[in-house]
């Protein structure tokens, strides 16, 4: 069982940043794939970001690539969301997620998921 509890959310403008943490606990943080998702009132969750369990790879969805980077301190079981050039369209719930399947880009593909954090951006 892994806990994932999520913070660093807020309001922002836009062109702002925000930094986004996920503290794990419980069994071994380090063994799992990390997964960022986002979702808004009548949408499903969207994949944004994931990052291997070693940190040795980073994925992104189109919208992230060149504004949002995801790492990880296994030493410290956590992981980072930032954001930067927060745009309005970038607010969401933000979840964390961690998972040891490949399927990192896939809602099913996570087993332990936080409880969102909420992150606005107006223009």
């Known amino acids: 069982q892994v806990q994932l509890v999520e913070s660093g959310g807020g309001s922002v403008q836009a062109g702002g940043s925000l930094r986004l943490s996920c503290a794990a606990s419980?069994?071994?943080?380090?063994?799992?794939?990390l997964g960022w998702f986002r979702q808004v009132p009548g949408k499903e969750r969207e994949f944004v970001a994931a990052i291997t369990w070693n940190g040795g790879r980073t994925y992104y969805a189109d919208s992230a690539k060149g504004r949002f980077i995801v790492s990880r301190d296994n030493a410290k079981n956590t992981g980072y969301l930032q954001m930067n050039s927060l745009k309005p369209e970038d607010t969401a719930v933000y979840y964390c997620?961690?998972?040891?399947?490949?399927?990192?880009?896939?809602?099913?593909?996570?087993?332990?998921w936080g409880q969102g954090t909420q992150v606005t951006v107006s223009s």
């Open positions: 419980g069994r071994s943080f380090s063994g799992y794939a």
């Open positions: 997620a961690a998972t040891l399947s490949t399927l990192i880009y896939y809602v099913d593909g996570y087993k332990y």
